[in-house]
């Protein structure tokens, strides 16, 4: 099974930066695989943030536009999320996950990394 672990996260003040990182910890390569970052703060649904596919091919959430970046690395087996201009809002658990070429939705889940923002 695919192991998706992501690290990074941490406190930050508001205006600040943070780079997230999801590895596939069980030496399975996801090379082929779309990639996402979702979010999910208390009380709230959970959020889709960014994706990218296994071209480059990018996507992001409108709260997120302009401010975070998604990135891999093949050869790594790493997905990347650059976030920038950090605000209390983007308080959250971030999750990676990743998708199956040909299947509708996720198929694997990291357990998540907690982001906080202050003011």
């Known amino acids: 099974q695919v192991q998706l672990v992501e690290s990074g996260g941490g406190l930050v003040q508001a205006g600040g930066s943070l780079r997230l990182s999801c590895a596939e910890a069980s030496g399975r390569t996801f090379n082929t695989y779309t990639m996402g970052w979702f979010r999910q703060a208390p009380g709230k649904e959970r959020e889709f943030v960014a994706a990218i596919t296994w071209r480059g091919g990018t996507w992001y959430g409108d709260s997120v536009k302009g401010r975070f970046t998604i990135s891999r690395d093949n050869a790594k087996n790493t997905v990347y999320l650059q976030m920038n201009s950090l605000n209390i809002e983007d308080t959250a658990v971030y999750s990676c996950?990743?998708?199956?070429?040909?299947?509708?939705?996720?198929?694997?889940w990291g357990q998540g990394t907690q982001v906080t923002v202050s003011s």
């Open positions: 996950a990743g998708q199956i070429p040909g299947r509708v939705g996720y198929d694997y």
